[in-house]
T-cell receptor
């Protein structure tokens, strides 16, 4: 079993829909990261959190340390949100989930 | 602009021909790392460096070498590339511990024939 599990692996939505991507982990962590990888391949950091909730524009990330679970929400999704979203956890090293491929159709 | 740069961005080569992928960061970060990304496997760490002249193996170091002679540069060396090293490679850097934000380079797509 992977140390970091994401679900779903693939997600297709219509523009305007509310989207949730989940991440569960099995190791002790100091922080959890949500990353975005666009079709061109570049990776950018969206959030880094160790407790509670963070919001940036239409994106919201939450983490429950006791349950070892985090969610990334996208409100009012748009085709430009189409990307791979990667969860990564910082323990002794950075461990990545396999990513969620999100496609938002107009 | 704070950034991590990699070169080349794309490379097609043949088995056994030594190559180097360069990585440079302008943020004075101590920690630098190399990852490879493969379908179904996600990002896996190849090597990392905590500071100048301090490097260590990650999860998949076989067939790779690195060096850290200067703080800003962390080249990845493939002495004798093989087709199973065909992958998308990312360099990254961060300031301080594992809980800090990591900055990624744009990626290098390598094909070994």
């Amino acid at each position: 079993k992977n140390e970091v599990e994401q679900s779903p692996q693939n997600l297709t939505a219509q523009e305007g829909e509310f989207i949730t991507i989940n991440c569960s982990y099995s190791v002790g962590i100091s922080a959890l990261h949500w990353l975005q990888q666009h079709p061109g391949g570049g990776i950018v950091s969206l959030f880094m959190l160790s407790s509670g909730k963070k919001k940036h524009g239409r994106l919201i990330a939450t983490i429950n340390i006791q349950e070892k679970h985090s969610s990334l929400h996208i409100t009012a999704s748009h085709p430009r949100d189409s990307a791979v979203y990667i969860c990564a956890v910082s323990g002794s090293r950075l461990t990545f989930g396999e990513g969620t491929q999100l496609t938002v159709n107009p | 602009e704070a950034q991590v740069t990699q070169n080349p961005r794309y490379l097609i080569t043949v088995t056994g021909k030594k190559l180097t992928v360069t990585c440079s960061q302008n943020m004075n970060h101590e920690y630098m790392s190399w990852y490879r990304q493969d379908p179904g496997l996600g990002l896996r760490q190849i090597y990392y460096s905590m500071n100048v002249e301090v490097t260590d193996k990650g999860d998949v170091p076989e067939g790779y070498k690195v060096s850290r002679k200067e703080k800003r540069n962390f080249p990845l060396i493939l002495e004798s590339p093989s087709p199973n090293q065909t992958s998308l490679y990312f360099c990254a850097s961060r300031d301080g511990g594992a809980g800090n934000e990591q900055f990624f380079g744009p990626g290098t797509r390598l094909t070994v024939l």
